[in-house]
C-alpha cells in the first residue's frame, strides 16, 4: 500500500494548539491546523522496505503522528523504549540520512529489575544501532543509543524531540515514573518537545484501572503528572481515537490487538475492534 496522504486526512486528525500558548484560556479554544507532510516523510513511510509493517499503518498513523510532533529530517530526535523496533525502523529511514536517531533505554538500575534483566536492557541499546542500520542500509554511526543510567554531559539538553510512544502506563505499574520522565526532561533542550501516545481510559475509570497495570490511563492524569514534571501542553490529537474501545477488559489492553491474549476462540471479536482507544499528546519542556 503506497498511496499519498492528503492534507484533507491531515486536517480531520489533527487537533492542534499553537505552540506558545499554554494555560486554560489557550485549552479551551483549540483550533484546527492543517498539518503538512513533509515529502520525506512520506517516502520514507512508503519504502517497500516497511512491507511487512505497514500493515499496521492504519491503526498507528505513522506520517500523521510525526509531523503532529513535528519531527523534521534534520532532528536530533530520541526514542524512548523502542521495544519490537516499528517505529524505529521507520524513523531510521527518515532521519538517518540528515538527523540522528537515538534508542533511549530504561535506567536498568531504576526498577526492581534482576541481572538477567539488567543486562537485557543493557544489550538491547548495544545492538540498536547496529538493528536500524541494517534495516535502513545507512551507517550505524547515524544513529545512537543509551541507557538512562548514566547519562553523559554532553547529551543533556541536546535532543529536538523525545517520542514516549504507549510506554508510560509501565512507568507507572513499575514505579519509576518519576525519575524516568526527569531523566527524558534533563536530556531535551530547553523549548524541545516531547510526545506521548498513549492507551486511554474512560474519564471516570476507576484507579484500580488506571495505575498503569491495565495498560490504560486516563488522559487528565497524563497531562497533569507531565505539568508537574515541567512541561507544557501545547497540543493534542484524535488521530489514534478507536471509540470501539470500551477500555474495560479483564486482561487491560493486551485483550487487543497486537498481543490478543485471550482465547483463540476470541480473536474475531477482539481483532474487530482493533488496536486500542489512544491519546496523542504533545507538550513542550518548560524552562
Do not use: C
Not at 523504549?81 to 527518515?94: I, K, Q, T
Not at 533542550?189 to 498503569?212: C, V
Request: charged share 25%; aromatic share 8%; glycine share 10%.
Amino acid at each position: 500500500m503506497r498511496r499519498t496522504l492528503t492534507l484533507s486526512l491531515l486536517s480531520a486528525a489533527l487537533v492542534v494548539l499553537p505552540i506558545g500558548l499554554t494555560g486554560s484560556s489557550a485549552l479551551a479554544k483549540p483550533r484546527a491546523a492543517a498539518a503538512k507532510v513533509d515529502p520525506a516523510l512520506s517516502a520514507a513511510v512508503a519504502d517497500p522496505r516497511r512491507d511487512k509493517d505497514r500493515v499496521r499503518d492504519p491503526h498507528r498513523h505513522p506520517a500523521e503522528m510525526l509531523s503532529f510532533f513535528q519531527v523534521e529530517p534534520t532532528m536530533k530526535v530520541g526514542e524512548y523504549a523502542p521495544g519490537g523496533e516499528w517505529f524505529s525502523r521507520l524513523l531510521g529511514l527518515y532521519l538517518g540520512p540528515r538527523g540522528k536517531l537515538v534508542g533511549l533505554y530504561f535506567d536498568p538500575t531504576s526498577g526492581a529489575w534482576s541481572e538477567a534483566s539488567q543486562k537485557g536492557i543493557r544489550d538491547g541499546a548495544a545492538k540498536y544501532p547496529a538493528d536500524v542500520a541494517a534495516f535502513s542500509g545507512l551507517p550505524a554511526e547515524r544513529f545512537g543509543a543509551m541507557t538512562l543510567e548514566a547519562i553523559p554531559a554532553a547529551e543533556k539538553g541536546s535532543f529536538d524531540r523525545i517520542l514516549v510512544l504507549r510506554m508510560v502506563h509501565n512507568l507507572m505499574r513499575w514505579n519509576i515514573a518519576d525519575s524516568e520522565i526527569k531523566a527524558l526532561r534533563s536530556l531535551l533542550k530547553d523549548g524541545g518537545l516531547l510526545g506521548i501516545e498513549q492507551h486511554r481510559a474512560k474519564g471516570n475509570a476507576p484507579y484500580s484501572y488506571t495505575d498503569g497495570s491495565m495498560g490504560y490511563l486516563r488522559e487528565a492524569d497524563v497531562i497533569g503528572f507531565m505539568k508537574a514534571h515541567g512541561f507544557d501542553l501545547v497540543g493534542k490529537s484524535e488521530m489514534n481515537r478507536n471509540p470501539r474501545d470500551t477500555a474495560d477488559w479483564p486482561d487491560g489492553v493486551w485483550t487487543l490487538p497486537p498481543t490478543l491474549r485471550l482465547k483463540e476462540q476470541d480473536r474475531a471479536r477482539y481483532e474487530a475492534v482493533g488496536e486500542s482507544d489512544r491519546m496523542t499528546l504533545l507538550f513542550r519542556k518548560r524552562p
